[in-house]
C-alpha cells in the first residue's frame, strides 16, 4: 500500500485585493472594499468588526460566493457554511423540512443528516420547534434554525454574519460552547460582530476601515 501524503493545510480561506463599489445614483459609485485581504488558517476563530456600513456584510458574501467582487481574488479549501446577517428561509417549511432540503443539497445521506439534526438542536434548545412552520417562529427561533443549517454539514470553514444579535444570554452561551467545540476540531470560524464584547473568545480580530481589513 502506498500512502499519500497530504499537504498540511496553511489556510482555508485566504483572500486577497478584493475591490466592491455600489452604484449611488446615475454617476456617482460608492467604493465600499478597497483592497481587503483576510486569511483564515485551520482552527482559527477571527472576529471581524467595523462600523456600521463599513462594508462587513459585503465583504463576507464576497467570500462565499454570494456577490461579485469587482477586483481580487478568493481561495477556499474545504467545505463552508454560512449564515447571513437576514435569516433567509422558506415560511411554509416546518424546521425539519429546513434541514432536510439542505441536508440533500448537501448530499448528506438521509441517517448522517438526522444525526447531524438531532445534534444542532439539542445544542441550540430549539427540538420543541421541529414541527413548527418557519413563518411561525420567534427572530430569535429563526437565528437558530440560520445557524443550525450553516453546521449541518460541518464545514471546514464557517462564515457566520452578527449571528449572536437576536440570542438571549443562555443561547449566546451555547453559540460559543459550540465555536469552541469547532475550534477543536481543527475548523474554523469567521465572526461578524458590530462590537466585541468578549475579545478574549477570539484567537485574533480584523478590522475594516476605509474598504481595508487591518489586525486589530
Ligand atoms: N446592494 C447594495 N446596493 C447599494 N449599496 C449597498 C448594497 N449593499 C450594501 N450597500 C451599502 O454599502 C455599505 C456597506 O454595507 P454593508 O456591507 O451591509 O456594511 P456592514 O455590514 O458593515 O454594516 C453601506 O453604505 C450600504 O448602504
Ligand atoms: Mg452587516
Redesign the pocket.
Known sequence: MTTVERPVRTFVLDAAGIEKS??RGLRHR?N?LRGADITLRPGEVVGLV?E????????MKILVGALRADAGTVVVDGKLGYCP?EPVFYERLTCDEHFELFGRAYRMSPAAERRARRELYAALGFERYASTRADRLSGGTLAKLNLGLALLADPEVLLLDEPYAGFDWDTYVKFWQLVAQRREQGRSVLIISHFVADEERFDRIVQ?RDGRAEPR
Do not use: M
Open positions: 455600489y452604484r460608492q465600499i467595523g456600521n456600513g463599513s462594508g462587513k456584510s459585503t465583504f446577517q475594516l
